[in-house]
């Protein structure tokens, strides 16, 4: 893991998507954090329903791994990554850039996922 926390952050959030762990997503946010994911549709409120949403990601066979470097101001993070569902089946790909806002315990309070239908793809 990287020194830098906010690093840390999106390392630890890459990983935990690939390997399903809700233990390390759940770590990542605080308890009234909201997630907008893609960036238009209704944000999530709280662990509960960011929990949820997760849960049905990793039912789909997630797998992300980064796709470029990670870019930070202030108290943000901003990186490109690619999420493949049920990968090895080749269902789909999704390039994707995600935001996290932190606070000064450098948990997450907000992410917005910004990849719309032109970033997804069938081999």
């Known amino acids: 893991m990287s020194k830098n926390p906010k690093l840390a952050a999106v390392e630890q959030y890459i990983s935990a998507l690939t390997n399903h762990d809700m233990a390390a997503i759940t770590d990542l946010y605080t308890d009234d954090a909201t997630v907008e994911d893609p960036v238009g549709s209704e944000p999530l409120k ?15 066979g997630i797998s992300a791994r980064l796709d470029g470097s990670v870019r930070f101001a202030a108290n943000h993070a901003v990186f490109p990554f690619v999420v493949e569902l ?4 080749g269902e789909m790909r999704i390039e994707v850039i995600d935001q996290f806002t932190f606070n000064d315990d450098n948990k997450v309070i907000a992410m917005r996922a910004f990849w719309g239908e032109q970033n997804m793809t069938t081999p």
Do not use: H, M, Q, T
Request: proline share 5%; no cysteine; net charge positive.
């Open 86 to 89: 049920n990968p090895g089946n």
């Open 46 to 60: 709280g662990k509960a329903a960011i929990i949820r949403f997760y849960e049905v990601a990793f039912s789909s």
